[in-house]
């Protein structure tokens, strides 16, 4: 009987969220209720629903970047309403870092989750003149890079594999131009990016560590809005417009490297003595990405996206009659339909087409050296979400086709040809079932429950090389087209929790156990176009992982300011590390050799301290952690520190608005060192120099530490067109940064005199970059 009373006296609101000057919908707007902090946010139709009781109620309406609504209503019984929200001010598009929106930080179940979203953070200092979204997560808790400048990175101790990065529901192997210096997102194309590290929800698998999701831009203008940038590195354009009475939008965009332009006349010319074949070298990339949408009718909404880059990188020998190149892309289109049922539930099913390749070529004389590398993927998935006053319930399915091709190795010597005998093409399908709920116990209480059935097969065509005791080929099997070579599959569960302490604090944990089914051969912490694909196999078994997650969230200052402590702990198994790399395992015909197979963990302690508004806005965020591996074919079986184990990481994130023309920020970043194998001792053998090595990883790098600061200034006219410039300083203080560490011998090996001194090798002096933008 009381629970009747209580729904008779409970009614819906409903409607949409839009930007009231382009008319468009705002999706991850919040609406809640003050006094009961119960709310929900808009999804990506700008959305929403909310269960209010009958009578006076006092709503707020936020989103970031936006003014508030703050509004008194009395409602008798369901309704439809619609928020417009005005921008703050009128900026260029760029890219900004957010935590969440204001209530969800406190009282959302998720953690562990940034999410950069679009605003003018043009103002943060960049690297080589480019806004990267990925180099931004970087400076938050829980993420470090992976080298200096380059956008592959490692969450909680994970490996740069273990990162689920999805462009538009569609997988991306390699996110990096410029030898893996800047993203392949064009900031001009994204409305959103966010990472997920901790209670990972099951409609994701595939990745141990985090979830990367890129939201592209659709475009949206009544009329024809042109955009774009003129920068020493890159430069990119972008145009965008609405159509057939705003049911439809488009936007495209190109961007194009500008080195050959700019820096080669003027850096080459003065590094030519110390490195003579940058005359003879030659970088170049470029990118289109392009997306459609168009609503049909009031329930069905059609998206399209598609994205195509591509690097070459070249040098000439002249005086080796020696030529090397290196060519590498992505290329994605993806395709989304959404049906909305009813107020409460919505389906979503989307397809998605992922090709990436890489060539290398090299020649010297007569000896021409070929190698191809490339994965494709051919997936769908859909989800079904259905919401009321008390459940988020979201279920659904995905699966994808691989097909892998490790490395297609060629070598002609002088007319010779040499068969390497190249892995076989390898192909597999991997999916997943899924079903998670979101819901409250009661008003200080919110759990998610989440469980993935996932699996992985293996199949034909294949051919199997058998070999004899002397590792000479024998004979082989061929396996016809779709049989079965291995299979595995694995439950997945998920769980998240908050204890709302009051309307400024909660406390939240989350438990996540996942499954990865495909491997990235590589033997650097750096993340090269070199390192290669390959899926689980009945030789390479699929990695597991374990993660806990506890933490405490706070706001305070009146919201002005908002902290938090999370504390983890992740465990993995079937780790694996290529021992002599993938090259030298295809010309030794073996694979499971060159394998070393362990387990690992990590753990540490994550602080985030975030200002949100006012003339200064900024965030610090420090990292105290800890990651190790063992193996028994590694360092005799004793545990060892992972050469990405860093201790220490800190971050600090400034940005000053003065006026509305200037602004300025800095950022400062201090990292403790990569660990790397040092030798303890060096002997004199019958004339031979030989190294005496103790435990892996058992020194330390120097630590990275450097300052960058920028200045924008900008123009906006009253048509609305902008023009704006911006000077950053990378490493202002000019700090030789270790990039890596080589050995340099002197001496007299028959007088037993030698001389060994390490030399650190720096990256990036201080550089100095200036950039014009444009829109109008």
Do not use: C
């Not at 109620?57 to 970047?65: A, D, I, M, Y």
């Not at 131009?177 to 698998?205: C, Q, W, Y």
């Not at 049911?247 to 110390?274: E, H, M, Y």
Request: aromatic share 14%; hydrophobic share 35%.
């Amino acid at each position: 009987m009381g629970q009747n009373l209580r729904a008779q006296n409970r009614i819906s609101l409903h409607g949409k969220i839009f930007d009231v000057e382009k008319n468009i919908p705002l999706e991850g707007a919040s609406i809640f209720e003050h006094g009961s902090g119960r709310g929900t946010t808009s999804d990506t139709n700008g959305e929403y629903k909310i269960y209010l009781k009958k009578g006076k109620t006092q709503l707020k309406v936020t989103f970031l970047g936006y003014m508030e609504i703050d509004t008194l209503l009395y409602l008798e019984s369901s309704a439809s309403i619609d928020f417009y929200l005005t921008p703050r001010t009128i900026t260029y598009e760029e890219v900004t870092i957010v935590a969440n929106a204001d209530r969800d930080f406190i009282g959302s179940v998720q953690m562990g989750e940034i999410v950069l979203d679009k605003k003018d953070i043009n103002s943060l200092p960049k690297l080589l003149g480019e806004a990267d979204p990925i180099r931004y997560l970087q400076l938050t808790p829980g993420v470090q890079s992976s080298s200096e400048g380059g956008i592959g990175f490692f969450v909680r101790g994970g490996g740069v594999d273990q990162n689920l990065v999805l462009y538009d529901n569609a997988l991306i192997y390699n996110p990096g131009h410029l030898l893996g210096f800047i993203s392949v997102f064009n900031p001009d194309m994204i409305t959103e990016v966010s990472l997920i590290k901790s209670g990972i929800p099951a409609r994701f698998g595939g990745r141990l560590s985090s979830v990367v999701q890129v939201r592209p831009d659709r475009g949206s203008s009544d009329s024809l809005r042109i955009k774009g940038q003129i920068g020493l590195v890159a430069s990119r354009i972008t145009l965008n417009r609405s159509f057939n009475k705003k049911r439809g939008s488009f936007i495209l965009s190109a961007r194009r490297a500008s080195i050959d332009q700019f820096v080669k006349p003027v850096v080459f010319s003065l590094l030519a003595d110390t490195n003579p074949f940058l005359k003879e070298s030659s970088y170049n990339f470029y990118d289109f990405s392009g997306g459609i949408s168009y609503k049909i009718g009031n329930k069905d909404y059609l998206n399209f996206s598609a994205y195509y880059g591509e690097d070459d990188y070249k040098i000439n020998r002249s005086a080796r009659i020696a030529e090397t190149m290196m060519n590498w892309g992505n290329f994605i289109v993806t395709g989304e339909w959404k049906h909305v049922f009813s107020e409460n539930m919505v389906l979503g099913t989307s397809i998605s087409r992922t090709d990436y390749q890489f060539d290398l070529f090299g020649s010297q004389s007569e000896y021409i050296f070929s190698m191809l590398s490339s994965v494709n993927d051919y997936s769908i998935k859909s989800n079904l979400n259905y919401f009321d006053e008390n459940h988020k319930l979201t279920m659904g399915y995905e699966l994808t086709r691989h097909i892998f091709t490790p490395n297609d190795i060629d070598v002609n010597a002088g007319g010779l040809v040499m068969n390497f005998l190249s892995y076989n093409k390898l192909y597999a399908y991997e999916g997943g079932i899924f079903a998670e709920d979101e819901f409250h116990l009661s008003d200080k209480i919110g759990v998610s429950l989440g469980l993935r059935y996932s699996f992985f097969s293996q199949t034909g065509p294949y051919k199997e090389y058998l070999y004899d005791e002397t590792s000479l080929l024998k004979d082989s099997i061929l396996y016809p087209k779709g049989e079965r070579l291995a299979f595995y599959n694995h439950l997945e569960p998920r769980i998240s929790a908050r204890y709302q302490l009051n309307t400024n604090a909660s406390l939240k944990a989350s438990y996540m156990h996942m499954a990865q089914y495909i491997h990235l051969a590589t033997s650097s912490t750096v993340s090269l176009p070199t390192d290669i694909w390959l899926p689980s196999s009945r030789e390479i078994k699929p990695q597991y992982g374990d993660q806990i997650s506890v933490g405490y969230f706070l706001e305070w200052m009146n919201k002005q300011l908002e902290s938090s402590v999370e504390i983890y702990y992740k465990s993995s198994r079937n780790q694996l590390e290529f021992l002599r790399g993938v090259i030298s395992s295809s010309i030794n015909l073996t694979l499971i050799d060159n394998l070393a197979i362990g387990k690992g963990r990590s753990y540490g302690a994550e602080f985030l301290l975030r200002k949100k508004h006012g003339k200064l806005t900024g965030w610090t965020g420090y990292t105290i952690s800890r990651s190790v591996r063992e193996f028994e074919m590694i360092n005799d079986g004793k545990i060892y520190p992972a050469k990405f184990d860093r201790r220490h990481d800190l971050s600090f994130a400034g940005i000053y608005e003065l006026n509305k023309k200037w602004n300025f920020s800095m950022v400062f970043i201090y990292v403790s060192g990569n660990a790397f194998t040092l030798p303890i001792g060096r002997y004199i053998i019958q004339g031979n120099l030989v190294n005496q090595y103790g435990d892996l990883n058992n020194y330390r790098m120097p630590a990275y530490h450097r300052l960058d600061v920028s200045a924008t200034r900008s123009r906006t006219t009253t048509e609305g067109n902008i023009s704006s410039w911006d000077f950053s300083i990378f490493n202002l203080y000019n700090h030789a940064n270790p990039f890596y560490i080589y050995f340099e011998t002197t001496g007299d090996l028959d007088l037993y005199r030698l001389d060994v001194k390490p030399v650190i090798v720096s990256l990036f002096p201080i550089v100095p970059t200036i950039s014009w933008r444009f829109e109008f």
